[in-house]
């Protein structure tokens, strides 16, 4: 089955312990994103990736990371996390760049900082 | 920088009523997505329009690219409960990303 899987699906964490969020697609994609989701703003995209080793801010790429060393996977790395990173956290994947593609999400993760 | 406005923010109405969502860009697209999501779910693909004037149908659900392809619109004839949820349209920004509406929530009143 094609899809984009995402783990953890929730996290509790405190201010300033290092996490990563595992995204993977199998669906042979190219393009893969971030999104965060917060009440009234929509999504935003923290980064994209439009190949192996290729990748790019987004719109609200402060206090994150991420990587691409291969192209199924592209976790998401808050390497201090704060209070303001409680969102809910959203992988997609594109079989080509964002805007000319169907996005595919993953089913989402709820992150709360404390 | 480049906006895509969706409005409105919510919308309640009667189930078997009709809802609307409109979506303006500050620049013309080369084409625009449409995704749902529903509640506790994440955002789903609906349909792209490409063509300027674009008009293209899914069952109760009709999507329309304007002519100038800085606007377009969904409408849905006759709601039923399956439709409540989000529903965001997104456009292809600069350096490859997806501008994204901010969306807008359809509710049903019992």
């Known amino acids: 089955e094609a899809q984009v899987t995402q783990n953890p699906r929730y996290l509790i964490t405190v201010t300033g312990k290092k996490l990563t969020v595992t995204c993977s697609q199998n669906?042979?994609?190219?393009?893969m994103s971030w999104y965060r989701q917060d009440p009234g703003l929509g999504l935003r995209q923290i980064y994209y990736s439009m190949n192996v080793e290729v990748t790019d801010k987004g719109d609200v790429p402060e206090g994150y990371k991420v990587s691409r060393k291969e192209k199924r996977n592209f976790p998401l790395i808050l390497e201090s996390p704060s209070p303001n990173q409680t969102s809910l956290y959203f992988c997609?994947?594109?079989?080509?760049?964002?805007?000319?593609?169907?996005?595919?999400f993953g089913p989402g993760t709820r992150l709360l900082v404390l | 920088g480049q906006q895509v406005m969706q409005i409105p923010q919510y919308q309640h109405v009667q189930e078997g009523e009709d809802f609307t969502t409109y979506c303006n860009s500050s620049t013309t697209l080369s084409n625009i997505q449409w995704y749902k999501q529903r509640p506790g779910g994440h955002p789903v693909f609906l349909i792209q329009l490409v063509k300027s004037g674009e008009v293209k149908k899914q069952k109760r659900l009709t999507f329309q690219f304007g002519e100038a392809k800085k606007n377009s619109s969904l409408h849905i004839t006759a709601t039923q409960t399956t439709d409540v949820g989000t529903y965001f349209c997104a456009g292809p920004g600069s350096n490859y990303q997806l501008i994204w509406g901010a969306g807008t929530k359809l509710i049903i009143k019992p």
């Open positions: 669906m042979n994609h190219e393009y």
């Open positions: 997609a994947s594109s079989l080509g760049t964002g805007g000319s593609h169907a996005q595919y």
